[in-house]
């Protein structure tokens, strides 16, 4: 157990941070949930389009995505980190002064397991499952291992402090929507509609991409 946490340390410093001032202002704004609200937005419109005035299907949807940020986030935040108080990389007394911090960026005391891992995840699992398109699927998988790069990037989480949070959500995206299809049927969504959250999360990264670029320019 020593060695892998050794190995665990070690990973995160390869891959913690860089000189880049374009990168920083990316991974910031990328880690930023509020950054990623049009996507959710997106989601809910394709839900909305596709069940039309059918609102029990509507808000059981909602309340599903719900249950998987309560289970997957909230417990994680709320009893898993006290309980297990394992300091993030940016506290941790061994190696918190070899990591690269960004903006003085060094998130609360404790890390495991990743809230934005088992948050993303368990939303990309549970979305997946629903609309069951290989393509949105895609979409959705890289979008929550964008959030993780950015936790990893950031020093505020160890890879297995990641690793933990996608397990985790993946097994509450899964467990939500089997507890879903016990109350209804699950219908068949059109990938034409899937295309609106699937051209959000471009463009969300293409504003992240170009505002980071705009900021390392007038830095330099």
């Known amino acids: 157990m020593e060695e892998i946490i050794h190995f665990d340390k070690q990973l995160l410093l390869a891959v913690n941070g860089s000189d880049s001032v ?28 596709t069940h039309g005035r059918n609102l029990r299907e509507i808000l059981l949807i909602l309340a599903a995505a719900g249950l998987c940020v309560l289970l997957a986030g909230t417990i994680d935040d709320t009893i898993v980190k006290p309980l297990v108080a394992r300091w993030r990389p940016t506290h941790d007394p061994e190696i918190g002064a070899l990591v690269d911090v960004v903006n003085g960026y060094r998130g609360g005391n404790y890390g495991f397991f990743s809230a934005h891992a088992s948050n993303t995840f368990s939303i990309a699992m549970f979305f997946s499952l629903l609309m069951r398109h290989r393509l949105f699927v895609c979409f959705m998988v890289a979008w929550s291992l964008i959030n993780c790069w950015t ?8 890879p297995g402090d990641i690793t933990v949070g996608l397990l985790w959500g993946a097994l509450v995206g899964f467990s939500v929507y089997r507890l879903y299809c016990r109350f209804t049927i699950p219908c068949r969504y059109d990938m034409r509609r899937l295309w609106v ?7 969300t990264i293409l504003c992240a991409l170009i505002q980071g670029g705009v900021r390392a320019w007038l830095l330099a």
Do not use: E, Q
């Open 197 to 203: 959250p699937m051209t959000i999360l471009l463009l």
């Open 22 to 49: 374009f990168l920083d202002y990316v991974v910031l704004m990328l880690t930023n949930a509020k950054t990623w609200i049009p996507l959710y937005l997106g989601l809910f419109y394709v839900v909305v389009k």
């Open 151 to 158: 936790r990893l990037y950031l020093g505020v989480h160890y």
